[in-house]
């Protein structure tokens, strides 16, 4: 992650939509767009046929990112669209994923990448199953800012007390799952009240749009910034005559700073070297931090490649072949126990087994529950693997990129689960 | 231009770090090169990747006999100064050969016949992977697009039930026959690559330039014209200055008219653009999903 001159104000925001089905995240991101001026005239030609083509009154602007013939014939978003935007303080990547619990592997698709989440709510609805279930999931991603978006206020006739409860009951959600700082918005996505431009309708609600909200608020430097992390993606060998013992390990560091001298161990192997120098293109930089996409030489000849990980040799990560984590299990194939699967952490790959499902969550109560062991569709579960040798990573919660890992199925090679560890 | 830089540089990281997981996962790698900016920019972040190994791609190039005379020069120069493999396959052949019929009419236009032709030189060559630049602000169906997209073995893509992507670990396992197809460039707007190729100085055909061009207009577009292209009795030819802002098969780029003559105006004159790229593809007016369907089928 990179910061600007600023401090801590990054100029790119990713940001997920979340919430359930038919809350209005398709329409919320096509009015912020289309209030910010960001839909291009012909976006705009084709948004008004298809809405006349489909029979609706007026110009549904759900329809700006809800792009697939399926999705227009239905209503509902089924995958994550992708869709940008600027304003003169902020570049912007949205993810807009899908609300129906059937299509949960892409909402976790779009929310894996944000830096920040706006979960609807309905307001003549309150808190349904999906919110909750999204909330948690954003929780577990350790998406650090959340933003409650209480949505057709104008359903309600902008009554600030139906806000205020929905407010209240999000509050106990956000409390269960130790959002930090959570905000709550209400707004009209249809009508456009709070999104770009202050609602007359809500005179009660002092606080920020929904806009000025994405474009102040400040995104924490990652704890992806703790200890230095450089996972090798592959190893750059020219065997040019001019560059004859080039061996550079390319990669991108998934954590702190690395610069030319330091020293390092190369894991999984334990040998240790030291940075001969860091390589964008052509020129040797004098340091590379989280983000950076560099290769690397080290002064020893020693076995390094594909899977390799370069940490400090007083900030080593865990080490065990017995991984606890908790999972998103996305197949129609529930998990069998005792089934061999395979699983990646950043480059590194291994066969591993499922020894324990230790709990399920209960998606309503948010408890544990522990005599539950069917992990089928769309459940999340506290899960304990086996791995054919140990592996090296960190706490999900410390480091987002060594800490998360996914579990892909040996026969049909689908990716079943997504992982993060928990110790 | 500060903040821009920056985000730049986070697409550059992100780009670099999906060519090099393509490199680690696949055998037979192709880049998806027509010449236009998009292409050229990838082989641009390709060779940033892998410097100073030379990258482990050849170039793919699905011909549809209808190009503009520069780009051939340009992608060959491209190619010999890069010292990479040049693949060339012809939508000509496929359509000698019967596997397509050609389309008829003045609104005749190759482009649904090139995923036959480049689906034929995946399974001739062996191909798993093939990289392109396709960018997911240019469509709503390639808005919905993973950077690494599963294609069966008929080489379709299924956008009801596309594999989750989480975070940036990307699974690129496959059964035989099977190929990806990848998007280093998925994030990029026309604007970030535009700001790209400035603050690079990455060399363009000069089409993109603003230059002297005969023209028509047809359903409200600019294209150029060519001799072999059928005119409706209401169009007429006439010659001005326009510049292309993307280039593909003549038959349904339009075309910009611009006084635009260097990156920098190219750049200010994209930033201030009220119609999307595409809105000058001919190709993607055919009807609402015309983009999603040539997807399904195996287009780029
Ligand atoms: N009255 C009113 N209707 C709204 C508002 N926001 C959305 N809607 C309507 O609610 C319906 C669902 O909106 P969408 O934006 O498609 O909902 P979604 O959350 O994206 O749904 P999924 O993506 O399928 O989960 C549409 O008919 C919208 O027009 C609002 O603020 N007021
Ligand atoms: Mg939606």
Redesign the pocket.
């Known amino acids: 992650m990179k910061l600007n001159g600023n401090g801590d104000r990054r100029s790119l925001l990713r940001f997920t939509?979340a919430?359930?089905?038919?809350?209005?995240?398709?329409?919320?991101i096509?009015r912020l767009l289309y209030d910010s001026k960001s839909i291009f005239e012909d976006q705009m030609e084709h948004l008004e046929q298809s809405s006349r083509r489909l029979g609706k009154e007026e110009t549904?602007?759900?329809l700006l990112?809800?792009g697939l013939r399926a999705e227009r014939e239905q209503?509902?978003?089924i995958d994550v669209a992708y869709r940008y935007f600027a304003t003169p303080e902020r570049k912007f990547i949205i993810a807009?994923?899908?609300?129906?619990i059937q299509y949960t592997r892409n909402m976790v698709t779009g929310a894996s990448t944000a830096d920040l989440a706006v979960i609807?709510v309905d307001a003549r609805k309150g808190v349904l199953e999906q919110t909750i279930r999204h909330s948690f999931i954003a929780s577990l991603l350790d998406i650090r800012h959340i933003v409650f978006c209480i949505?057709?206020?104008?359903?309600v006739d902008f009554s600030e007390s139906v806000f205020k409860d929905i407010r209240t009951d999000l509050a106990g959600v956000a409390d269960k799952l130790e959002i930090e700082d959570p905000h709550y918005i209400p707004?009209?996505?249809?009508?456009g009240?709070n999104v770009v431009e202050p609602s007359g309708n809500m005179g009660w609600y002092k606080g920020k749009t929904f806009l000025r909200f994405i474009e102040t608020v400040e995104i924490n430097k990652s704890k992806n910034g703790v200890s230095p992390r450089f996972p090798v993606q592959t190893v750059i060998r020219p065997q040019s005559s001019e560059h004859h013992d080039y061996r550079g390990y390319a990669g991108r560091v998934a954590g702190g700073t690395f610069r030319p001298g330091d020293e390092v161990v190369v894991l999984p192997s334990m040998l240790r070297s030291s940075i001969n120098s860091i390589n964008v293109y052509q020129k040797n930089v004098n340091e590379a931090s989280s983000g950076d996409s560099v290769a690397i030489t080290l002064n020893d000849q020693i076995d390094a490649g594909r899977g390799s990980l370069f940490v400090p040799p007083d900030e080593m990560p865990v080490s065990s072949n017995e991984i606890n984590l908790m999972a998103c299990w996305f197949n129609e194939t529930p998990l069998r126990p005792n089934g061999r699967y395979i699983v990646r952490n950043y480059s590194c790959e291994a066969n591993c087994s499922i020894k324990s499902v230790n709990y399920k969550m209960d998606i309503n109560s948010l408890e544990k529950n522990f005599n539950d062991s069917l992990l089928t569709m769309n459940d999340i579960a506290h899960l304990t693997i086996t791995t054919s040798r140990p592996l090296f990573f960190d706490p999900y919660k410390e480091n987002h990129i060594t800490g998360s890992l996914i579990l892909v199925d040996e026969t049909t090679n689908e990716t079943v689960a997504a992982g993060m560890i928990t110790e | 231009m500060n903040i821009n830089n920056e985000h730049l540089k986070e697409l550059e990281n992100e780009a670099i770090f999906v060519m090099r997981e393509v490199a680690a996962q696949f055998e037979r790698k192709v880049i998806l090169f027509s010449g236009g900016k998009d292409s050229i920019v990838l082989v641009h972040l390709a060779k940033k990747a892998f410097w100073p190994a030379r990258m482990p791609f050849s170039l793919l190039h699905i011909d549809t006999g209808h190009n503009f005379e520069e780009t051939l020069k340009f992608r060959d120069n491209l190619a010999s100064e890069l010292g990479v493999e040049l693949l060339v396959r012809y939508v000509q052949d496929s359509i000698d050969k019967g596997r397509v019929t050609e389309e008829q009419g003045v609104n005749a236009s190759r482009n649904k016949a090139q995923s036959v032709t480049l689906l034929d030189a995946i399974e001739e060559l062996k191909i798993d992977v093939a990289v392109g630049g396709g960018r997911r602000d240019e469509e709503k169906a390639r808005a919905k697009e993973r950077f690494f997209s599963h294609r069966n073995e008929f080489g379709q893509w299924d956008p009801k039930n596309q594999r989750p992507e989480l975070w940036n670990i990307f699974n690129g396992r496959k059964n035989m026959g099977e190929h990806f197809r990848v998007f280093p460039i998925s994030n990029w707007t026309e604007l970030d690559v535009w700001q790209y190729i400035m603050s690079e100085r990455i060399l363009l055909p000069s089409l993109y330039y603003t230059h002297k061009r005969k023209i028509f207009k047809r359903n409200d577009v600019f294209l150029a014209w060519a001799p072999f292209m059928k005119l409706k009795p209401t169009e007429e030819v006439f010659e001005t200055e326009v510049r292309c802002r993307t280039i593909g098969d003549i038959t349904c780029t339009g075309v910009t008219l611009s006084a635009a003559q260097t990156l920098e105006e190219i750049v200010s004159e994209i930033a201030a653009t009220r119609v999307t790229e595409r809105g000058g593809r001919y190709d993607d007016k055919r009807s609402e999903a015309a983009m999603e369907d040539r997807k399904r089928e195996g287009y780029f």
């Open positions: 939509t919430g359930s089905v038919d809350d209005g995240k398709s329409t919320l096509g549904d602007l759900s990112t809800d209503g509902i978003t807009d994923t899908p609300g129906h609807l949505n057709k206020m104008d359903l707004i009209s996505a249809k009508k009240d």
